[in-house]
């Protein structure tokens, strides 16, 4: 399957920083990317949905000012934390899409704890 | 609203036994995916069905989708320690401009010797 690449694989920021993650398909262009989040002992939740050139989608329930994506090239989108508190403290875990109702392919997931 | 139920949440099970992992979801979709994750690791794809009547088979598991019923199950044959983990269902909500996973809760596997 093609490969997705997410980083780092973990982070440890203060409170009040801003933290940035990475997410590259690595082999095949794409199209849409996706974000979630996944609390301990818990499923995963759509944050966001990206797509190459425009705005991000929020789902319900998640500030677009807190959690900003760019989605700037076919390969790369980034998901920047804002003033991060330790509430955000979670696993946040990419995926990547060709476009058009194909599989997606998850990243390797960033543990990231504010202190 | 997607809905994706997952049961049963918890399974704890011994060494060559078999168990079945069952997912129902609330409106028509396209494909149904079947996830494994590790503890502290992200997602493993396991299965992706595709039509009515789809049955996928490796190793020890195999997953089907009954799309009328809009219902999956994913059969764990002769249970082996290395099959612990959390697995997790998804279906594709085609509904909007963009194809996104609606998740089940998990269930969250114990083999035991």
């Known amino acids: 399957g093609a490969v997705v690449s997410q980083h780092p694989s973990r982070v440890i920021c203060k409170s009040g920083t801003s933290v940035k993650i990475e997410c590259r398909s690595l082999?095949?262009?794409?199209?849409?990317m996706f974000w979630y989040r996944q609390f301990p002992k818990q499923s995963l939740m759509l944050m966001a949905t990206s797509n190459e050139g425009s705005k991000a989608t929020y789902e319900q329930g998640v500030e677009k000012d807190k959690f900003l994506i760019n989605h700037a090239s076919l390969t790369l989108s980034t998901l920047t934390v804002t003033s991060a508190h330790p509430e955000d403290s979670s696993f946040y875990i990419c995926?990547?899409?060709?476009?058009?109702?194909?599989?997606?392919?998850f990243g390797q997931g960033t543990r990231l704890t504010v202190v | 609203e997607l809905k994706v139920e997952q049961n049963p949440l918890f399974l704890s099970m011994q060494e060559g036994k078999n168990y079945t992992i069952y997912c129902n979801y609330s409106t028509t979709s396209d494909r149904l995916y079947w996830y494994r994750q590790d503890p502290g690791k992200s997602l493993e794809s396991l299965f992706v069905l595709l039509s009515n009547g789809a049955v996928k088979q490796e190793g020890r598991l195999m997953a089907s989708l009954d799309t009328k019923a809009r219902l999956s199950t994913l059969h764990i044959t002769a249970a082996v320690h290395d099959l612990s983990a959390t697995y997790f269902c998804?279906?594709?909500?085609?509904?909007?401009?963009?194809?996104?996973?609606?998740f089940g809760k998990g269930t969250l596997l114990t083999v035991n010797p």
């Open positions: 082999d095949f262009q794409a199209t849409t």
């Open positions: 998804a279906v594709m909500d085609s509904g909007g401009s963009n194809y996104k996973l609606t």
């Open positions: 995926s990547a899409e060709q476009g058009g109702n194909t599989e997606a392919f």
